[in-house]
């Protein structure tokens, strides 16, 4: 769809580029009307093709752009700044998770697997178990009540929490790392999707998501399955703004090496 100007001014410099090409075939025509007939579907077919490929060519730079503005605006939104009585719609989620299908990986394995933890209940449950680890597995003199305290709040504030898993090829031919790093692209674009729709999400990650007991309740049941962490999804308060995007030319400069 163009504006009637941006038409005129393509339909224009067409005309022109292609004045010589009219001309010609009037004046070998032994009538007007026959070169009329045969040099205007000619120019217009002409115009059109040149149309479709200026709007195609436009929509891709488009394109280009927006993808380049989200991977710059993604940022990591924590629990405690969701709003807890804004839930993201499922066709969000649904999406998320869509876009993680295509994530880059070796031999086509696809070793992501996502439970998503929608319901309160749920959430709850899955907060207090990370509690009842956490209290567990730390050493009297290390624990922290508002740490503690915050195991259970961020999964009550979230809209949803996704658990990160990596399942291991049978056959492990293809390493270990690499299937990692499939799952890592696989969250990315679900991260960058959800900044996409205004929704905030952290990856959250240690000790107590890498324990065998949180293996066993996402019920990963093979030997070498991984648990990489939990994705917390939400919308910002209404108070909480959308962090800026700073500059980040000096970062290229020093973790970029070129050899040329």
């Known amino acids: ?14 005309w022109i580029l292609n004045s010589n090409i009219h001309r010609t075939m009037v004046v070998r025509s032994n009538s007007s009307s026959l070169a009329v007939a045969v040099a205007v579907p000619a120019v217009l077919a002409a115009v059109t093709a040149y149309l479709v ?3 195609s060519s436009d929509d891709e730079n488009d394109k280009a752009a927006i993808v380049e503005d989200m991977i710059q605006k993604r940022r990591s939104i924590y629990p405690k700044d969701y709003d807890p009585d804004r839930p993201v719609p ?9 876009g993680a299908m295509y994530a880059p990986n070796h031999g ?11 319901g309160a209940e749920q959430r709850q449950a899955l907060g207090e178990l990370e509690q009842q680890l956490y209290k567990q597995l730390s050493p009297t003199d290390q624990f922290k009540q508002a740490k503690y305290d915050k195991k259970l709040t961020n999964k009550q504030r979230s809209s949803c929490v996704i658990a990160i898993c990596m399942v291991r090829q049978p056959s492990e031919k293809i390493p270990e790392i690499e299937e990692v790093e499939a799952v890592a692209c696989a969250v990315q674009n679900m991260h960058l999707i959800a900044s996409a729709h205004g929704v905030g999400a952290y990856w959250s990650s240690g000790p ?14 093979g030997e070498k399955d991984q648990v990489l962490g939990m994705f917390h999804v939400g919308y910002p308060r209404a108070d909480k703004k959308w962090p800026t995007v700073e500059a ?3 970062d290229v400069e020093d973790k970029v090496t070129w050899k040329l």
């Open 208 to 221: 107590l998501v890498y324990s065998k007991e949180y293996k066993d309740y996402l019920g990963l049941t």
């Open 90 to 98: 499922k066709t969000i989620i649904d999406k998320m998770l869509y």
């Open 108 to 118: 086509k394995t696809k070793p992501w697997r996502f439970v998503v933890f929608s």
């Open 248 to 250: 980040r030319t000096k």
């Open 1 to 14: 769809d163009h504006e009637p100007n941006q038409f005129c001014q393509h339909s224009t410099s067409f």
């Open 53 to 55: 490929w200026k709007s």
